[in-house]
């Protein structure tokens, strides 16, 4: 493959910062480019893609030690997917806990301004709640 694509250029592409690419190349996720004459990081449509994929990586929650994992597997192809379905299960586990945290959050917070009787603090359902955690129904 051919380098020659400026640092800048890929963060546009990839929608990683600049500065996040430099880090990522620091902690060995991203392989160090060549440099040209002058020193300037020169990277070709592979890094971008890695970048890609490591931005996605990182939106849907997998952490650097999940994602280094995830990238050796994809830079061999010919491997079984067992790993990486273990690394994906275990992450859906913890959002499905999340979401059911956030499920429990929200039911509490409706029931908090459903109580709400518009009136003056002292019948104020969200003030007696938050003062008196053992009134609340979500503990998580």
Known sequence: MSHGIAIGKVSQESAVKVTTIRYYEQIGLLPAPPRTESGRRSYDRSDIERLTFIRHSRELGFE????????????????????????????????????????????ELERMVDGCSHGRVETCKVIDILADHGKCRHHG
């Open 64 to 107: 650097i030690d999940q994602i280094r994992t995830l990238l050796q597997l994809q830079d061999r192809p010919d491997q079984p997917c067992e790993e990486a379905d273990v690394i994906a299960r275990a992450r859906l586990v913890e959002v499905k806990g999340k979401v059911a945290s956030l499920v429990a959050l929200q039911n």
